[in-house]
């Protein structure tokens, strides 16, 4: 493909680092998808930010690699291997998490996707895409509010992984669609139980450099019958104002300025950085 979409190594200088009190070792950030992607860059971002976190995945070998990246950029990461469909696994988690200090944030981030119109997208795809994409962001918000309630302050954030398709729904991507509206809507009711206190938002972005972009171009491109390099130019990036892909970290830096004292009026909102995408679309 002319259009280079591998991910990007993450360097200390593309990490936003901020001062906050809370960012500290003694405050626990779980991140789910952690083994790749997004959920890597947020793992490490958070660790270089002097947060505890914790990376969950059903991906030993990737989680271990993000594992051993975030400590190398200077921050304290444990890894747990997670099957986020299974509640026993999230529950488990959790627990663990609650051993190495105050859960204070939590990143929503796991996702899969299917191309697939309606009328033929398999129900078995269906049910583990809600499973993972809606039902675990719920479960695990459900599982830690009381431990942010049970913090020094009774504060904490939680940030959902949202889309451009959570805010428009485009072809042969239903279910993902469906996921990434619930994001908006789980957050706005997190806020709205909250009372200030809990706050939660989520993060709409465009195409990222990740593999889950990678991976959909072949069935984009026998979907639509165009060429993969058209998937990209026409598809992806066509009603983006900016032509690039975003990087992972860039999307991570978003989940640490939504988890910050900078972000105290983010409660229940939505950080719509793509491109133009929404409004152009």
């Given at each position: 493909m002319a ?10 200088s593309?990490?936003l680092?901020l ?10 950030c779980i991140?789910?998808g952690?083994g ?9 971002a958070?660790a270089a930010?002097?947060i505890?976190t914790?990376?969950l995945d059903?991906d030993?070998?990737?989680?271990k690699?993000?594992q051993?990246?975030?400590r190398?950029?200077?921050g304290?990461?444990?890894?747990i ?10 529950e ?7 051993k190495?200090?105050?859960i ?7 996702g899969?996707q ?18 993972l994409?809606v039902?675990?962001?719920f479960y695990?918000s459900?599982?830690?509010?009381p ?7 009774g504060?904490?954030a939680?940030?959902n992984m949202g889309s451009?398709?959570a ?6 991507k ?5 996921s ?10 997190i806020?709205?139980?909250g ?6 938002f989520?993060?709409s972005?465009?195409?990222?450099k990740?593999a ?10 026998k979907?639509?019958g165009?060429?993969p ?7 992806m990036?066509?009603?983006s ?7 992972p970290?860039e999307?991570?830096?978003?989940f ?6 900078f ?5 229940s ?13």
């Amino acid at each position: 493909m002319a259009f280079d979409i591998r991910e990007p190594e993450i360097k200390k200088s593309d990490i936003l680092i901020l001062a906050d009190k809370d960012f500290n070792t003694n405050n626990v950030c779980i991140v789910t998808g952690a083994g790749s992607g997004i959920g890597r860059a947020t793992c490490i971002a958070a660790a270089a930010n002097n947060i505890m976190t914790v990376g969950l995945d059903i991906d030993e070998k990737g989680g271990k690699k993000t594992q051993g990246l975030a400590r190398k950029a200077g921050g304290q990461m444990i890894f747990i291997k997670a099957d986020l469909t299974k509640d026993e696994d999230l529950e488990r988690s959790v627990k663990e998490s609650a051993k190495l200090g105050n859960i204070k944030y939590l990143a929503n981030i796991a996702g899969i996707q299917h191309i697939d119109s309606v009328e033929n997208f398999p129900m078995a795809k269906y049910d583990l895409m809600m499973r993972l994409m809606v039902r675990a962001p719920f479960y695990l918000s459900k599982l830690t509010v009381p431990h942010m309630k049970k913090s020094n302050d009774g504060t904490g954030a939680i940030g959902n992984m949202g889309s451009i398709h959570a805010h428009i729904s485009t072809l042969n991507k239903p279910v993902y669609n469906i996921s990434k509206f619930s994001m908006r809507a789980l957050s706005q009711s997190i806020a709205a139980e909250g009372g200030g206190k809990i706050r939660s938002f989520s993060v709409s972005t465009g195409f990222v450099k990740t593999a889950l972009a990678l991976n959909q171009i072949p069935s984009q491109a026998k979907q639509r019958g165009i060429t993969p390099e058209q998937v990209v130019t026409d598809v992806m990036m066509g009603k983006s104002r900016i032509k690039e892909m975003m990087s992972p970290v860039e999307v991570g830096n978003l989940f640490i300025f939504g988890f910050s004292r900078f972000a105290r009026y983010l409660n229940s909102g939505d950080l719509l950085f793509d491109g133009g995408v929404v409004l152009t679309y």
